[in-house]
């Protein structure tokens, strides 16, 4: 009686843990035609078919610190479609959908279904991947590749234990999509470094493949480092800045909470992984370290932290989008621990539909998902066309992070084209029109009360009043000059 009330436990969680997958996977197709955001627009201005792609390389790919490969895929998909947020969402959910079946399929075969399953729905139902899927920027290219290297790395680190040498199309197939992973998202590319540091580790401890592995290792690394070198040149010119600066307790839990789904969800995963950790540990101590499902992913989050707090010192990466790319990791991790505590107990196989359901609430709280608009980039514009009646408007670009030529590119886009309104980046030279009747207005597209301070100082100006406000962060002013302090 008893195993057959495990067993209709056990097919009802599968059961509803299939619906919230399923229901959960196809609303990455449910908000395709919102407006874009502010750092939507670099990759559309990046993406112009009607601009060469030349220009765009020289102007403004190998000017940006981002990877350009994203970029360069969208600006190809850009001449098959209408260039519309409809079709440039749908190009990134498709990438996010396709990760669902990749997990499914590269799931090291010596997993049984359950886990196999299990990994397959909580990538449907993660409420991040849904809510970042559409988004027109590298992260569903990018997490797709962290998927991929990353099973791809557990299948070698299982053969290598076994000492069977790995195929060599598994070899190619996991040095491939860690090259092409590299090219998308810098955390992605020290997700990847990570898995062939533990994969070599895996290659010397059972003196398989070492050659393979550092080789290949290798040669991806010397294929990325050009663009790293690009990277810190841009960074460390005099005119280089870094535009996100906040105090590191206030980011850490920004963090934890942005992956984690809100502060009870982190009481929840704290509790869930101290729980599994320990009883993993006292089951299975003598053979954790031959499971590279457990040691590959936790040392991608760990080494990815230390990696990332070492760089911020110089430059504050400590931003909770970029962990984005830790999710394959938490995933294969959670898995992990459900299985294990599923067998030392049936009624935790309930743990998977409740998690499931949590990520559902989740994603019912996106509501910006359903905003026509993100930005209140068009209304201000359109103030400054038909209320101002301003045929210029100066643009603060200092704080925004991307180069200078994309700007007329990414504003244009929102601009109504019968006004004819010219957009300049304001600088030390062109600062003395905004002062001058009639006065040019000042646009500032990422506004806050930092970011304005700091406008004042660099130009020496003062608001005539307060400011005109449009969507959550767009700023527009008049301004007055204001002599500078003697030294």
């Avoid at 990046?46 to 390389?57: E, H, N, Q």
Wanted: charged share 10%; hydrophobic share 50%; net charge positive.
């Amino acid at each position: 009686m008893r195993k057959k009330l495990n067993s209709i436990l056990f097919s009802v969680s599968l059961i509803i843990s299939a619906v919230l997958g399923v229901y959960l996977f196809f609303q990455r197709f449910a908000h395709l035609s919102s407006g874009f955001s502010y750092d939507e627009l670099y990759s559309l201005a990046t993406a112009l078919p009607s601009v060469p792609f030349s220009y765009i390389w020289s102007e403004i790919l190998i000017k940006d610190v981002n990877l350009p490969l994203y970029n360069i895929l969208l600006y190809g998909w850009n001449h098959l479609f209408p260039l519309e947020p409809f079709y440039m969402r749908l190009f990134n959910t498709l990438a996010s959908a396709a990760a669902v079946p990749l997990v499914w399929f590269l799931a090291p075969k010596s997993w049984p279904k359950y886990p196999r399953f299990t990994l397959t729905a909580l990538t449907a139902g993660s409420f991040l991947l849904i809510a970042f899927g559409v988004n027109v920027r590298a992260y569903s290219f990018a997490l797709l590749g962290a998927f991929a290297f990353t099973l791809l790395a557990l299948r070698i680190a299982e053969n290598l234990i076994k000492k069977q040498f790995p195929s060599k199309t598994l070899w190619f197939s996991f040095f491939i999509t860690g090259l092409l992973g590299s090219y998308t998202h810098y955390f992605c590319s020290a997700v990847f470094f990570i898995a062939a540091l533990v994969v070599f580790l895996y290659a010397c401890a059972y003196k398989t493949g070492r050659k393979t592995a550092f080789w290949g290792t290798a040669a991806v690394f010397a294929l990325w480092m050009p663009w790293v070198i690009n990277t810190y040149k841009i960074m460390s010119a005099p005119t280089g800045s870094w535009w996100y600066v906040a105090p590191l307790a206030r980011s850490t839990w920004d963090i934890i909470t942005f992956l984690a789904g809100g502060a009870a969800m982190a009481g929840f995963w704290l509790v869930f992984f101290i729980v599994s950790g320990v009883s993993l540990i006292h089951e299975q101590k003598n053979t954790i370290l031959k499971q590279p499902a457990i040691i590959l992913p936790l040392a991608q989050l760990f080494f990815l932290v230390l990696t990332v707090l070492a760089l911020s010192v110089k430059y504050n990466l400590w931003l909770d989008r970029y962990f984005l790319l830790t999710v394959p990791s938490f995933l294969i991790l959670i898995t992990q621990c459900l299985a294990h505590l599923r067998q030392r107990h049936v009624v935790l196989v309930l743990l998977l539909p409740f998690i499931l359901g949590v990520w559902t609430c989740q994603y019912w709280k996106l509501d910006y998902l359903r905003a026509p608009e993100y930005t209140g980039l068009k209304e201000a514009f359109a103030f400054v066309s038909h209320t101002l009646r301003a045929d210029k408007v100066l643009v603060d670009s200092a704080k925004t992070g991307y180069p200078a030529a994309s700007f007329p590119l990414m504003l244009k886009y929102y601009t109504d084209p019968t006004a004819n309104l010219t957009i300049e980046i304001l600088n030390t030279q062109n600062v003395q029109q905004a002062f001058q009747e009639p006065k040019i207005p000042v646009l500032l597209p990422l506004c806050s009360q930092v970011h304005m301070i700091q406008a004042g100082i660099d130009y020496h100006m003062e608001e005539d009043r307060e400011p005109y406000i449009f969507g959550k962060d767009v700023c527009v002013i008049t301004v007055h000059p204001v002599e500078p302090r003697p030294q």
